[in-house]
């Protein structure tokens, strides 16, 4: 099996699938902790700040854990 593709089921998926995952499962925490600490106020977009965390954090997983 290449490690571009995952086989779950007999459907070929892609890697990047499970670094999406991995990503929304840190991302998640990370929103719940800024909503909880009322970060939102602070900034001028609070849906783009919340794209920018969550691109960060799947960048950061695809250098750190990436093939």
Do not use: K, N, T
Not at 2 to 30: C, E, K, M, S, W
Not at 32 to 46: A, E
Request: aromatic share 12%.
């Amino acid at each position: 099996m290449r490690l571009d593709l995952i086989q779950i089921g007999g459907v070929h998926l892609p890697a990047l699938l499970i670094f999406i995952v991995l990503a929304v499962l840190v991302y998640l925490p990370l929103r719940w902790l800024l909503h909880r600490l009322r970060f939102h106020r602070f900034v001028w977009h609070p849906a783009l700040v919340e794209a920018a965390c969550y691109a960060a954090i799947l960048a950061s997983l695809l250098l750190w854990l990436g093939p």
